[in-house]
């Protein structure tokens, strides 16, 4: 496609249920990156994946958060037990060849 | 470790008037450097990047930042500023320090245009 894609755009959920929050990236991209942005945090990065080296988990919050790519294309970051203070923007980016990072629209998730 | 810090949280102009966001960076080597936008309920877009080469950078919009290693900063200016530009602006440094890699943002500063 022409952008990068997330789905769905607007996810509300009840507290202790899980997530699955999907990003497409810009076609012919190898690296993938996860980000949240929160009112109180700004914009955090979570993980990253780059072509088939093992992914940099460095910044996921808790174990209940993960992440998977499939085919070196699209992702799916999975949010287990969800809790209030995982309410955010789940923002998703790729890059290819210069390392430019492009997003997109992001997945606004609500936790009641 | 890295860390960008932008002091101004919100910054109003006059329509017509100069512009310039402050980022300072920590980073002990060149940096990768990066200036998006984020307007109302969008994604962030690339202003521009710096790189290495002339410190001077260009961007879209009308927008231009100079990588000043000395004063260990990175800042935007306009030399016109237009109603359209009010928006949530974030400087970033590539956290390890190449590009490609994650991104560590500022907290952002948000202009806002007066007529």
């Known amino acids: 496609g022409a952008g990068v894609s997330q789905s769905p755009s607007n996810k509300v959920t009840e507290k202790g249920k899980d997530v699955e929050l999907r990003c497409d990236p810009i076609?012919?991209?190898?690296?993938l990156y996860w980000y949240r942005q929160s009112l109180g945090q700004g914009l955090e990065f979570l993980i990253y994946?780059?072509?088939?080296?093992?992914?940099?988990k460095s910044g996921l919050p808790s174990d209940r958060f993960s992440a998977e790519r499939t085919g070196g294309s699209v992702s799916t970051l999975t949010i287990q037990r969800t809790q209030q203070e995982d309410s955010a923007v789940y923002l998703c980016?790729?890059?290819?060849?210069?390392?430019?990072?492009?997003f997109g629209p992001g997945t606004r998730l609500t936790v009641l | 470790a890295q860390s960008v810090t932008q002091p101004d949280i919100h910054i109003t102009v006059s329509e017509g008037a100069s512009l310039e966001l402050r980022c300072n960076y920590s980073y002990g080597a060149t940096p990768y450097l990066f200036w998006y936008v984020q307007s109302p309920g969008q994604g962030l877009q690339l202003l521009l990047k710096y790189f290495s080469g002339d410190t001077l950078v260009q961007g879209i919009k009308g927008f231009e930042a100079e990588f000043k290693r000395s004063q260990s900063s990175f800042n935007l200016r306009k030399p016109s500023v237009h109603w359209s530009d009010a928006a949530e602006y974030f400087c970033?440094?590539?956290?390890?320090?190449?590009?490609?890699?994650?991104?560590?943002f500022g907290k952002g500063t948000t202009l806002s245009v007066s007529s």
């Open positions: 076609s012919g991209h190898t690296a």
């Open positions: 994946f780059q072509g088939n080296s093992a992914p940099d």
């Open positions: 980016a790729s890059s290819g060849v210069g390392g430019t990072q492009y």
């Open positions: 970033a440094v590539a956290k390890a320090g190449q590009a490609g890699t994650a991104l560590i």
